[in-house]
C-alpha cells in the first residue's frame, strides 16, 4: 500500500510556486536616456530632409527671367510662352474716407436740380484738407477744387443731420408698407452688407429693400431720401 502511494507522488509533477514577481519599473534615469535618444534620431532625420532639400534646390534649373521687350500680344494665347496669370482687380477708387468721423460722404450727380438741393439741406463740397492723410486720394480735384468723378461729386454731410432724417423718412415708410415688412426686408439687405454700403446704394436708387408689388426701387429712394 505505501508502494503504491510513493508511485503515485512519484508521478505527480511538482508543485511550483504561484508567488507574484515583483514588475521591473524603468528608472527616471532610464526613461530620459530613453527620450533623448529619440530626440537625437529626430534631428538626424531633419538634418538629412535638409540636405536633401539642398540637393534638390541645386540641381533644379534657374527659372529663366522674363524679357517683356520681346513679347507681344499674340504671345498671350501662346502657351509656350511663360506668362505668369495675374489676377486683375478693380480698385475701390470711389471709396472716401474722411478726417472727421462725424460727417458722411455721398457721391451726388451733378445736375443742378439734385446737387442745389443737397446743398440747401445741409451738404457740402469734400475738400482735400477733408480727407484722411492715412488713406491715398485716388482721384484728382477738378479746378473748382472740388473731389469729382465724371458726373457725380463727392459732398458730406453731418452725420447729426444725415442719420435722423433718414430715420424719419424710415418711420414714414414703415408706417406706409407695414412695419414688419420694412424690418425684414431691410434685415435681410443688411445681412449681405454692410450698413454704410447699404446706405449708399439705397441713396443712390441702385437698391429695393422692399417688395417690388408695393413699390419700385426709384420711387422707393425717392420717398426715403425726400428732404435729405
Known sequence: MSSSVEQLKAAMPAQTSTKPQPVQTAT?????????????????????????????????????????STITEKDIINMS???????????????????????????????PER?????ASGYSYVTKEDMDPLFPIVLN??????YSCGDVVCLRIPKSRYYPAI???HIKTMAIHGKN????????????AGEEQLLDQIHKGG??????????????SKELFAGI
Open 181 to 192: 415688412q420694412v424690418l425684414r426686408e431691410t434685415g435681410r439687405a443688411l445681412n449681405k
Open 81 to 111: 510662352v511663360d506668362i505668369p496669370v495675374i489676377d486683375q482687380e478693380v480698385p475701390a477708387y470711389m471709396d472716401v474716407h474722411l478726417l472727421d468721423k462725424s460727417y458722411v460722404a455721398r457721391w451726388v450727380n451733378k445736375m
Open 115 to 119: 446737387l442745389g438741393v443737397c446743398l
Open 167 to 169: 430715420r424719419a423718412n
Open 207 to 220: 437698391m429695393t429693400v422692399y417688395e417690388p408689388s408695393n413699390m419700385d426701387g426709384t420711387e422707393i
Open 28 to 68: 527616471p534615469a532610464a526613461d530620459i536616456m530613453a527620450q533623448l535618444g529619440d530626440l537625437l534620431k529626430l534631428k538626424e532625420e531633419l538634418e538629412t530632409a535638409k540636405k536633401v532639400q539642398a540637393a534638390v534646390k541645386a540641381t533644379a534649373p534657374a527659372k529663366k527671367e522674363i524679357d517683356w
Open 141 to 146: 480735384f477738378d479746378t473748382e477744387h472740388h
